[in-house]
């Protein structure tokens, strides 16, 4: 994640804190870490980490069907929602990229026009790459 910053104020005091405690060599406990936060990222960060649905140990025993819980998939849905953080700000990027060719076409600047649809292209070349990574098949 060293390559994204994040444009929330919420979510980026949570990446600076982790990040500092981080290299000073603490560990990140949710208890710790919550002490070191705003009213507003304490609240994202307990509804992170607060478990939505659980299931009776009792039915599993006696069902004997395994359901995979947060443990189970924990590096695969982190790295889904890494690469869906990533194609959210490419898609932010492309809408400032659109943006910045409005405002060069209204200026008639052909170099910058140019250069800006160098970059738009790569751009959506990325933004694809990550929608197939995701499933998704239309991208905005």
Do not use: C
């Amino acid at each position: 994640l060293s390559d994204v910053e994040f444009l929330h104020p919420v979510f980026k005091e949570i990446f600076q804190t982790i990040q500092r405690n981080l290299s000073n060599g603490d560990s990140i406990q949710t208890k710790l870490l919550i002490d070191q936060l705003s009213e507003e990222a304490k609240r994202v960060i307990t509804d992170l980490v607060t478990l939505k649905y659980s299931i009776s140990p009792n039915w599993q025993a006696k069902s004997h069907i395994h359901v995979p819980g947060e443990s189970d998939t924990l590096d695969q849905a982190a790295y889904q929602n890494v690469m869906r953080f990533k194609f959210f700000l490419l898609q932010k990027m492309v809408e400032d990229t659109l943006g910045s060719i409005k405002m060069a076409q209204d200026e008639d600047n052909i170099e910058k026009l140019d250069t800006l649809f160098t970059h738009l292209q790569y751009l959506k070349k990325a933004e694809n790459e990550i929608a197939d990574v995701l499933g998704i098949v239309v991208a905005r």
